[in-house]
């Protein structure tokens, strides 16, 4: 099998050489000369001259007309004809004249090259015949001997091959740009194909049989990209479009298109080509074409040229095809994402409202958690282990999405009461990198609707349901319905409510819970409690709103109000000849992780002029045992400030009590649910006395919540604790109140 190679598209103008054997070719391309003429020995003689010559590597075929009407015959159904040998008496004096006006104007044959042959030159002078009509050379029939006629055809039909040349390098370069243009308009790999096709075509100027190979939809889509296939085939081929090499039976063609990718450049055959269009973001296209002659120099420089032209074309479409893929898909597991996601639902939310269709999203629980365990790589193989099993699981009809991080949007037939199986894709441990992994997944599920707002409202309503499930506790999942959004709407609501309150200073106040000294009358402080009325007098309970704002991230701004609020309140009370009290301020979780909270406090009590001994603040157990170590330095600095520091709520989270020894609190606070627990029968070994015992072992002062009734506050003395707060003595109230009741039971201040 023998290779050609091909020029260097630099190289790609230049005029032909006269070496004939560069233009050899088969012999049935023969050049065509008519000999026109009503003398039969004239032909006969021509014939005779010219049987056998070759002329630039190619024989002679001779056409004969006996008048100017046959002439225009034989040209009409030969549009290749060469050379014209033609004579100018004919049927009249100037019918030879006359056919030359009709060659060039009528039939537009301005390359055909005409010899004027006459056996009368008076009539037809040869300056004035040169001068006014477009031919080539004029002879008389006399001087064209054997020699002198070769001669002087084969100067013919070397101008009519160059101006053919020069011909074929105009058009070829007016369909280059004309390629290089309308090349960049597909916007996708498939249409460039069928366009590269149609274009090369167009430069052969034929119908062809040929193949584009390349990637499909640039090879990005599908969890293991697409394999490559001919995308576009025309003539004898046109059957095997959209098939691997793999289908494909023709040997030839596929031996064709291995050798164009083994070389990765152009490779011409017998009959055949294969060319090399480019590789770009590791995709390689080519395209096969059968030949029907073996192409000439200019030809294969110009198939250069427009191989380049098809090469940045091909670069630039995969180029917006790898664009749209990462704006409509995950690169991780090459599904759809949320954008595409919802398109396909809006596209097909008629045909599937119909059909009993669900859509779901399915979050993973703790994944970031797991994701810093493990290394962000093993993640990423955990993410599309799941992509795989979901597919797996509702099928290939269905569609899987990727819609965030750890959450994986569903959408598949299936009935309410079996859709909640799709979490037992997590009851099996994943396996990475050697390691079972157990996973667990929480779900949210709406039905598909016709809905005002469409593929957006169904995944707001699944979002929905999926936070009701997180909120469940044991139940897993959730199915969407109308009472979610109603509440979902109140709490956005109440949210923007309370964000006002907050920016206007208007309808958060602060009441106040005394704390009294056990067994006695005697006021030791009070404990700082929000509340919010709504303009229209309506309280908001803190059980509702606080929430809300530990949700948003709000409670840090709340609690800083709180801080100043109550420092101011107890500066005034000290102006009205009310001091003594402590003040105890509940610092909220968000709060007390802010790395300038020490310094926002320190600020405050600057700016209020606040006694820093008259404020307590009151640190749940749950956040001091988070980090025991950092907690002990921060309350370490807000000691130093002069402030004193409680334990709310001690003895729901300890695992150990003895972790009580090494944070540097002040006092300890009973929560409620173990003063509700204390009876005459259970107060020697209750967790309330042990709390008690611990603390006095530790030097701490000691305070019960939610005291009720004088049998709680009866043991609580007993037991030695030292502090009593509850509805037994007061409820929480306005400053206002606060002062009343102080002066209606005659309490003093300490």
Same mark, same amino acid.
């Given at each position: 099998?023998?290779?050609?190679?091909?020029?260097?598209?630099?190289?790609?103008?230049?005029?032909?050489?006269?070496?004939?054997?560069?233009?050899?070719?088969?012999?049935?391309?023969?050049?065509?000369?008519?000999?026109?003429?009503?003398?039969?020995?004239?032909?006969?003689?021509?014939?005779?001259?010219?049987?056998?010559?070759?002329?630039?590597?190619?024989?002679?075929?001779?056409?004969?007309?006996?008048?100017?009407?046959?002439?225009?015959?034989?040209?009409?159904?030969?549009?290749?004809?060469?050379?014209?040998?033609?004579?100018?008496?004919?049927?009249?004096?100037?019918?030879?004249?006359?056919?030359?006006?009709?060659?060039?104007?009528?039939?537009?044959?301005?390359?055909?090259?005409?010899?004027?042959?006459?056996?009368?030159?008076?009539?037809?002078?040869?300056?004035?015949?040169?001068?006014?009509?477009?031919?080539?050379?004029?002879?008389?029939?006399?001087?064209?001997?054997?020699?002198?006629?070769?001669?002087?055809?084969?100067?013919?039909?070397?101008?009519?091959?160059?101006?053919?040349?020069?011909?074929?390098?105009?058009?070829?370069?007016?369909?280059?740009?004309?390629?290089?243009?309308?090349?960049?308009?597909?916007?996708?790999?498939?249409?460039?194909?069928?366009?590269?096709?149609?274009?090369?075509?167009?430069?052969?100027?034929?119908?062809?049989?040929?193949?584009?190979?390349?990637?499909?939809?640039?090879?990005?889509?599908?969890?293991?990209?697409?394999?490559?296939?001919?995308?576009?085939?025309?003539?004898?081929?046109?059957?095997?479009?959209?098939?691997?090499?793999?289908?494909?039976?023709?040997?030839?063609?596929?031996?064709?298109?291995?050798?164009?990718?083994?070389?990765?450049?152009?490779?011409?055959?017998?009959?055949?080509?294969?060319?090399?269009?480019?590789?770009?973001?590791?995709?390689?296209?080519?395209?096969?074409?059968?030949?029907?002659?073996?192409?000439?120099?200019?030809?294969?420089?110009?198939?250069?040229?427009?191989?380049?032209?098809?090469?940045?074309?091909?670069?630039?479409?995969?180029?917006?095809?790898?664009?749209?893929?990462?704006?409509?898909?995950?690169?991780?597991?090459?599904?759809?994402?949320?954008?595409?996601?919802?398109?396909?639902?809006?596209?097909?939310?008629?045909?599937?409202?119909?059909?009993?269709?669900?859509?779901?999203?399915?979050?993973?629980?703790?994944?970031?958690?797991?994701?810093?365990?493990?290394?962000?790589?093993?993640?990423?193989?955990?993410?599309?282990?799941?992509?795989?099993?979901?597919?797996?699981?509702?099928?290939?009809?269905?569609?899987?999405?990727?819609v965030a991080g750890d959450a994986f949007g569903v959408c598949w037939r299936s009935g309410r009461e079996t859709a909640p199986a799709i979490l037992d894709v997590?009851?099996?441990?994943?396996?990475?990198?050697?390691?079972?992994?157990?996973?667990?997944?929480?779900?949210?599920?709406?039905?598909?609707?016709?809905?005002?707002?469409?593929?957006?409202?169904?995944?707001?309503?699944?979002?929905?349901?999926?936070?009701?499930?997180?909120?469940?506790?044991?139940?897993?999942?959730?199915?969407?319905?109308?009472?979610?959004?109603?509440?979902?709407?109140?709490?956005?609501?109440?949210?923007?409510?309370?964000?006002?309150?907050?920016?206007?200073?208007?309808?958060?106040?602060?009441h106040y819970q005394p704390q009294v000294a056990s067994g006695s009358t005697e006021l030791l402080g009070c404990e700082a409690l929000i509340r919010w009325v709504?303009?229209?007098?309506?309280?908001?309970?803190?059980?509702?709103?606080?929430?809300?704002? #530990?949700?948003?991230?709000?409670?840090?701004?709340?609690?800083?109000?709180?801080?100043?609020?109550?420092?101011?309140?107890?500066?005034?009370?000290?102006?009205?000849?009310?001091?003594?009290?402590?003040?105890?301020?509940?610092?909220?979780?968000?709060?007390?992780?802010?790395?300038?909270?020490?310094?926002?406090?320190?600020?405050?009590?600057?700016?209020?002029?606040?006694?820093?001994?008259?404020? #307590?603040?009151?640190?749940?157990?749950?956040?001091?045992?988070?980090?025991?170590?950092?907690?002990?330095?921060?309350?370490?600095?807000?000691?130093?400030?002069?402030?004193?520091?409680?334990?709310?709520?001690?003895?729901?989270?300890?695992?150990?009590?003895?972790?009580?020894?090494?944070?540097?609190?002040?006092?300890?606070?009973?929560?409620?649910?173990?003063?509700?627990?204390?009876?005459?029968?259970?107060?020697?070994?209750?967790?309330?006395?042990?709390?008690?015992?611990?603390?006095?072992?530790?030097?701490?002062?000691?305070?019960?919540?939610?005291?009720?009734?004088?049998?709680?506050?009866?043991?609580?003395?007993?037991?030695?604790?030292?502090?009593?707060?509850?509805?037994?003595?007061?409820?929480?109230?306005?400053? #206002?109140?606060?002062?009343?009741?102080?002066?209606?039971?005659?309490?003093?201040?300490?």
């Amino acid at each position: 099998m023998s290779m050609l190679a091909v020029t260097r598209p630099e190289e790609f103008i230049e005029f032909l050489e006269d070496d004939e054997s560069a233009h050899a070719t088969p012999a049935e391309r023969a050049w065509k000369v008519l000999i026109v003429d009503d003398d039969a020995e004239v032909h006969q003689a021509t014939l005779f001259a010219l049987r056998g010559v070759t002329i630039c590597g190619r024989k002679l075929e001779l056409l004969n007309a006996a008048s100017s009407l046959e002439a225009r015959a034989v040209l009409e159904r030969n549009p290749d004809v060469a050379v014209i040998l033609l004579d100018v008496v004919m049927e009249s004096h100037d019918a030879g004249l006359a056919l030359v006006r009709v060659i060039r104007e009528e039939l537009g044959r301005r390359d055909t090259r005409i010899i004027l042959r006459t056996g009368q030159p008076g009539y037809a002078p040869e300056l004035s015949v040169i001068r006014d009509y477009d031919i080539n050379d004029y002879r008389t029939k006399s001087e064209l001997t054997h020699t002198r006629l070769i001669t002087t055809l084969t100067a013919a039909i070397r101008s009519y091959e160059q101006i053919g040349a020069l011909d074929e390098s105009r058009r070829g370069l007016e369909l280059l740009i004309e390629t290089g243009n309308q090349l960049f308009v597909p916007r996708d790999v498939q249409a460039f194909a069928d366009a590269a096709l149609r274009h090369l075509e167009g430069f052969f100027g034929a119908p062809l049989s040929a193949v584009f190979y390349g990637p499909s939809d640039g090879g990005l889509q599908g969890p293991g990209g697409e394999t490559p296939c001919i995308l576009a085939a025309s003539g004898d081929y046109r059957e095997l479009a959209g098939k691997p090499l793999s289908d494909v039976g023709n040997e030839a063609l596929v031996n064709s298109l291995r050798s164009g990718l083994a070389a990765r450049r152009h490779v011409f055959d017998t009959g055949s080509a294969c060319l090399y269009i480019g590789r770009t973001h590791g995709k390689e296209a080519l395209i096969h074409v059968d030949l029907s002659r073996p192409a000439t120099e200019l030809t294969l420089r110009m198939i250069e040229v427009l191989c380049v032209s098809l090469g940045v074309g091909f670069e630039n479409v995969v180029l917006f095809e790898r664009l749209r893929f990462f704006a409509y898909y995950d690169p991780l597991t090459r599904l759809p994402n949320r954008t595409r996601f919802l398109d396909r639902i809006d596209e097909e939310l008629p045909t599937l409202t119909a059909g009993g269709w669900l859509l779901g999203i399915i979050d993973i629980v703790r994944f970031a958690e797991l994701n810093d365990a493990l290394g962000h790589r093993s993640g990423d193989l955990l993410l599309v282990e799941v992509t795989r099993r979901l597919q797996a699981w509702v099928g290939p009809d269905a569609l899987v999405a990727r819609v965030a991080g750890d959450a994986f949007g569903v959408c598949w037939r299936s009935g309410r009461e079996t859709a909640p199986a799709i979490l037992d894709v997590f009851a099996v441990p994943f396996t990475v990198r050697g390691h079972a992994i157990p996973m667990r997944a929480r779900a949210g599920f709406v039905d598909l609707a016709p809905t005002p707002g469409g593929a957006v409202e169904l995944l707001k309503r699944a979002n929905l349901a999926l936070s009701h499930a997180k909120q469940a506790g044991s139940q897993h999942w959730q199915f969407f319905s109308g009472d979610m959004e109603s509440s979902t709407q109140n709490r956005v609501r109440l949210l923007t409510e309370l964000r006002s309150a907050l920016q206007q200073g208007k309808g958060l106040r602060l009441h106040y819970q005394p704390q009294v000294a056990s067994g006695s009358t005697e006021l030791l402080g009070c404990e700082a409690l929000i509340r919010w009325v709504k303009p229209s007098g309506e309280m908001v309970s803190p059980e509702v709103f606080i929430p809300l704002a #530990e949700y948003t991230g709000m409670i840090v701004d709340i609690g800083e109000w709180v801080i100043s609020e109550a420092c101011r309140q107890v500066v005034r009370w000290d102006a009205q000849g009310m001091p003594g009290f402590r003040m105890g301020i509940n610092i909220s979780a968000a709060q007390f992780r802010e790395a300038d909270f020490v310094a926002k406090t320190a600020r405050i009590i600057t700016e209020s002029g606040v006694d820093p001994a008259r404020l #307590e603040f009151e640190i749940t157990e749950s956040v001091a045992m988070e980090d025991p170590l950092s907690v002990a330095n921060q309350l370490r600095e807000l000691k130093a400030l002069g402030l004193r520091v409680a334990v709310d709520d001690f003895g729901c989270g300890f695992s150990s009590l003895g972790s009580l020894n090494r944070l540097p609190f002040d006092r300890v606070k009973i929560d409620r649910a173990f003063v509700r627990e204390l009876t005459p029968e259970t107060k020697e070994d209750c967790i309330a006395t042990m709390i008690i015992r611990l603390a006095k072992s530790l030097g701490l002062e000691v305070i019960a919540e939610g005291v009720e009734t004088h049998q709680q506050a009866g043991l609580l003395e007993e037991m030695g604790c030292q502090e009593m707060q509850g509805f037994l003595y007061a409820s929480p109230m306005g400053a #206002e109140a606060l002062e009343q009741w102080i002066a209606g039971r005659g309490l003093v201040s300490h």
